[in-house]
């Protein structure tokens, strides 16, 4: 009973960790497509602006979607 218990949580662990990944890509695609400028273009230039932008999504999007994860490993 307890090994069924472990092998859901870890199976429910890395479907969290892939839709993160896929929330994460498609946040990153929505805000390119948004902006009026590139911005894989803008990052490459070494644009900080733009990096403090992006990075500050990604955090943001890992938080949320690692707090519902988090919360259904009971």
Do not use: C, H, R
């Amino acid at each position: 009973m307890e090994l069924l218990i472990v092998a859901s949580n870890f199976t429910y662990a890395i479907l969290g960790a892939v839709f993160t990944i896929l929330f994460m890509v498609l946040g990153y695609k929505v805000l390119d497509w948004i902006t009026p400028f590139d911005t894989s273009k803008q990052l490459g230039e070494g644009n900080v602006a733009v990096g403090i932008v992006v990075g500050s999504m990604f955090v943001g999007l890992g938080i949320a979607v690692g707090l519902v994860v988090g919360l259904g490993l009971n």
